[in-house]
Structures are given as structure tokens and as C-alpha cells.
């Protein structure tokens, strides 16, 4: 239901104004605070107009897996702050996907993406996708060429993530759109980590903006959700039909939990960016750590692109191989840091407000063959880091535990 209408506001307000005032229209009791709205049915004004709404020729609640004023005001918000016309929700960033390629995709058509990406998005165009005759190519992330190459005339989507997890990879966006549309295809964008907040693709040329709303948008780790941010056209044209018979759709109170989560978006993010920032430094001066992985770092091979792609700042997530000799022995260090932990999470999630740390040869990539994931950059040493809110004394201290013990 992503035409209903808006609460009204003024012209040229600022993303962290629309990110706490858009919403659906106050109902008759005045609340200040966003409705939720926990119905799956729908009681209609009259027949006529219920079989006009049936119909989609007036727009109208009818039942709970075609649309949720809940779910209307995420929506609206969320599509405010990436600055598209609208947005989907879905019940997961995974059933986002899903909805966009069952959307845009038939048997024989193409699709590009980039190594690097979220493992189960691999997983599902590149196995299960395939199994429907969809073909795809998998490219390294930041080499322009390689996208340019693989694209063929029965390419339909090109779709990246930038930055990736857990290497903070970052790839092009404006020139990816440019091959996109040259290829007469769409560019999608995972805009997972960098959030709205550090960067709007369709700025830069996108038709397609995917979250796992689960991270950062919810922000602390409460619930599971996804989105794709979109033209009114695509989203009414394309997505609506796909959603109304999949039944992929956000549930209200999920929805309810990240309208919230969206209205301290961009304070959580600055400042855990802020504490992540100040952890790469320290960790890449720390004798225990051989590199670190952080685009907000100089060091970072891709810098200057991620500067200028994310107002200046490197994000909330970082990753740091552990010193050692050979791989058993990277495993056995890293093992001794998380193992170390007093205060911070051994999680495999990220965006939340408590930090939470992960080991991705053993988790994340643990599927993944030695070579596969050498060929990755994934070392047994490597830790991501997903930092939270937490005293950055208290952060350097808690990694401190484990890496100034090391054997
Ligand atoms: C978590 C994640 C997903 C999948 O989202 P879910 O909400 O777990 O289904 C997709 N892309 C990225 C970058 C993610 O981190």
C-alpha cells in the first residue's frame, strides 16, 4: 500500500526531520506518537467502495498481506530519508530480496553481482534462483571493468553492496548506475551498512535501494525486517503485484519497532561511527594486529571513493586480523580475544547498540572452502568488529583483555 498519503509537512525539510515526522495521518485521537496497528483485516466503509478497493481503483486497507497503516509509515519514512518515491517493506532483509528478484526476473535473464556480497544473497541468486533458469556472474566488487564485462543483453539487475562484510569493500555507484543503464538494466544497492544516513544511492544513479532492516535501521537488535526503496512506479508496477500473492510482508509491530529505530538513525550512526573510527586507529597501532580493515582509515585501499560516497565518514563496522605465523595459529589467537570478552557480545549480528564481535572464517564464511575463502581475503586471524555504543575506553579495554595476553 505504498500510495496511501502522508501526514502533510512543508517543502525542504532536512532527512533528520523527515526521519522523525513521516508517517501516515494522525487517526481521530490525536496520539503523538506513531499508531500501531496490530489488525489483519479490515472493516469497509461499504460495498462499493470495497469492491473499488479490490479492484485497485481507490486506495484502501482490504487485508493484512497487501497492506498496514504500520507498515505505511515506515515505509513512507524510510523512502523520505533514501530520497526515492517510495518503498516496500518485507519481513526480512533476505524476503526483500526475494521480492525484488520474483519481481523483475524471468527464466533466462541475467543478473551481476559482486563476490563479496552478504553470503545468503549469493546463496540465493546464484543457487537457488539458478534453479528457475535465472543465470548470473559473479564479479570482484571493485573492479568497474569486470561488472562492465559480465554485463550481456539479457541482463536485467546489477547489484552490489558497498561496504561489504567483513573486508568494508566499497565499489562505485555512480559508475555501476551508468553501466546499468547503458545495459538497459537496474542498478540495486544493499545500503545495509552505509544506512541513508552516510549515503543515498539513488543520489548517485540507483533504481533500487535494499536494507536488512534488521541492523542498523531497528538499531538494537530487536527484530527482523527488510525494504526496497524505489520509484512509486516500480513499487506499485512491479513490487505490489509480487507481495499482495507472496505473503513476504513486514508484520505491524516489527514495523512499529523500526519506525522508532529510523527516529535515532542518524545520532546512532554518526556516533557509532565516531567510536569505530577511533578503534581502527588504535587497533592498526596496536603490536598485535597485522592490518585493519576500515574505509574511514587511509589505509583503506579505497578511501577516497568511500570518502566521497559516505559523507566523509568510514561507518559503524570494521574487521582487524590478529598477528600469528600460520592459520592454526591465527584461529587459536583470534579464539583468545573473543574468548576474552567481558563486556562485548561474541554475536553474529551487526547494527545494534551493544558492540558485537564475530569470527567469519568460523561462522559468517565457515561454508566456505580454504580456498574459497583465502580467495575472499578471510583469514582464520580475522575478527569483525561491529561497534556499538559502548564508552570507547571501555571498547579498548574489553579488546584489550584478550590482545595484550597473547601467547
Ligand atoms: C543481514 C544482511 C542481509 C540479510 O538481512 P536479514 O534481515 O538477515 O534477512 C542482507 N544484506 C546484508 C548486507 C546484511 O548484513
Request: glycine residues 8%; aromatic residues 6%.
Amino acid at each position: 500500500m505504498s500510495k496511501q498519503v502522508p501526514q502533510p509537512l512543508p517543502e525542504g525539510l532536512h532527512p533528520e526531520t523527515l526521519a522523525v515526522r513521516t508517517a501516515v495521518p494522525r487517526s481521530q485521537y490525536g496520539e503523538n506518537s506513531e499508531a500501531l496497528y496490530l489488525t489483519s483485516g479490515y472493516v469497509q466503509p461499504d460495498a462499493e467502495t470495497s469492491a473499488q478497493r479490490f479492484a485497485g481503483e481507490e486506495e484502501g486497507y482490504t487485508y493484512g498481506r497487501s497492506g498496514n497503516p504500520t507498515v505505511s509509515s515506515f515505509e513512507m519514512r524510510l523512502a523520505a530519508m533514501e530520497g526515492t518515491e517510495a518503498a516496500m517493506a518485507t519481513s526480512s532483509g533476505m524476503s526483500s530480496i526475494m521480492l525484488m528478484l520474483f519481481s523483475l526476473l524471468k527464466s533466462g535473464d541475467h543478473v551481476v553481482f559482486s563476490q563479496s556480497m552478504f553470503g545468503s544473497t549469493i546463496k540465493l541468486i546464484g543457487s537457488e534462483f539458478a534453479r528457475f533458469g535465472v543465470e548470473s556472474t559473479i564479479v570482484p566488487q571493485a573492479d568497474v571493468a569486470a561488472w562492465k564485462a559480465a554485463v550481456r543483453p539479457s541482463t536485467k539487475i546489477l547489484f552490489a553492496e558497498t561496504p561489504t562484510n567483513p573486508l568494508t569493500d566499497v565499489c562505485d555507484i555512480a559508475a555501476l548506475a551508468d553501466i546499468a543503464h547503458n545495459a538497459g538494466a537496474w542498478l540495486a544497492v544493499d545500503n545495509c551498512f552505509a544506512t541513508p544516513v552516510l549515503q543515498r544511492p539513488v543520489t548517485m544513479g540507483a533504481d533500487i535501494i535494499m536494507h536488512s532492516g534488521t541492523k542498523y535501521l531497528d538499531g538494537q537488535g530487536r527484530v527482523m525486517a527488510g525494504a526496497l526503496c524505489a520509484s512509486e512506479k516500480l513499487v506499485t508496477e512491479k513490487f505490489l503485484p509480487v507481495m499482495k500473492n507472496s505473503g513476504l510482508i513486514l508484520a505491524p509491530f516489527n514495523a512499529w519497532v523500526l519506525i522508532k529505530g529510523l527516529e535515532t538513525l542518524d545520532i546512532r550512526i554518526r556516533a557509532q561511527s565516531e567510536r569505530a573510527l577511533a578503534m581502527a586507529q588504535w587497533l592498526e597501532q596496536h603490536p598485535q594486529v597485522a592490518r585493519v580493515y576500515y574505509p574511514g582509515l587511509p589505509s583503506h585501499t579505497q578511501h577516497a571513493l568511500a570518502m566521497r560516497q559516505m559523507s566523509g565518514i568510514g561507518g559503524a563496522l570494521l574487521s582487524f586480523d590478529v598477528k600469528a605465523k600460520d592459520a592454526a595459529q591465527a584461529r587459536e589467537r583470534a579464539f583468545h580475544v573473543l574468548d576474552s570478552l567481558q563486556v562485548l557480545s561474541l554475536c553474529t549480528n551487526l547494527g545494534d547498540t551493544k558492540t558485537l564481535l564475530t569470527h567469519p572464517a568460523s561462522t559468517s564464511h565457515g561454508k566456505l572452502s580454504d580456498a574459497q575463502r583465502q580467495a575472499a581475503g578471510i583469514g582464520q586471524g580475522m575478527i569483525r568488529m561491529a561497534v556499538g555504543l559502548e564508552h570507547i575506553g571501555d571498547l579498548r579495554a574489553d579488546l584489550g583483555r584478550g590482545l595484550d595476553t597473547l601467547a
